[in-house]
Each structure stands twice: as structure tokens, then as C-alpha cells.
């Protein structure tokens, strides 16, 4: 479960110890724009989310509750998996092409095949 960016926010700077006013000092800006982020009603920009990281001396992807995806894993099974389908398809068709053909052997000259 991932904390909302405003919860990490605040838990990062009550862990340093410094209160509202002091980060909104350090980054020039005011105490209510810090009290909004806390609150979820609005975000930092990336470059006060940069800035806010150094000041935490926490890494930006913590801060961001960021965790790698496993995207990649799975859209690699998801490729593979319907090229799979395809390929089994496409054995089918032909398969049930060749069946038709042994067992009907007139059925290749009384059909029209078209490829376009």
C-alpha cells in the first residue's frame, strides 16, 4: 500500500525536526504552501519537490513512495502468451485445412481460395 505524497511529506520533516515556518523559510516560500502540501490540497512543483528532497536528504523516489514496476515482466508474458495464441490459431486453420483436404479431396478444387 503506498502512503499519498502528502503523508510522506509531512513525516519527512517531523523526522528532521523542523517545523512548517523553517522549510518555508529555506525554500522562500510561505507556511500555508507547505501546510497545503501536507494536506493533500495541493503539490509541490518539481522544482520545490527537488529542493524539498535535498532538504530531507532523503532519495526523491522515497519521498515519491515510487517502487519499480513489474511492467515490463508482464508485458513480456503478455507478448508471449498471444503470440502464442496466434501461432496456435493459425496451426489450427491449417490443420483443419489439411483434414479437409484428406478427407474430401475434391474440396480443394470446388473452393475458391483468396488471399486478397
Not at 15 to 44: C, F, M, N
Not at 91 to 108: E, M, Q, R, S, T
Request: charged share 20%; glycine share 4%; with cysteine.
Amino acid at each position: 500500500m503506498f502512503i499519498k505524497l502528502c503523508d510522506q511529506l509531512k513525516n519527512a520533516r517531523q523526522s528532521i525536526g523542523l517545523t512548517q515556518d523553517q522549510v518555508a523559510e529555506k525554500l522562500h516560500i510561505s507556511r500555508q504552501a507547505v501546510s497545503q502540501w501536507e494536506t493533500g490540497k495541493s503539490y509541490p512543483d518539481i522544482e520545490n519537490l527537488r529542493l524539498l528532497n535535498s532538504i530531507y536528504s532523503t532519495d526523491l523516489s522515497e519521498l515519491l513512495n515510487c517502487k519499480p514496476k513489474k511492467t515490463t515482466h508482464v508485458s513480456i508474458l503478455n507478448r508471449r502468451f498471444l503470440i502464442t495464441v496466434i501461432f496456435v490459431g493459425v496451426l489450427g486453420i491449417f490443420l483443419c485445412y489439411v483434414v479437409d483436404c484428406k478427407i474430401n479431396p475434391n474440396a480443394v478444387r470446388t473452393k475458391k481460395i483468396s488471399f486478397l
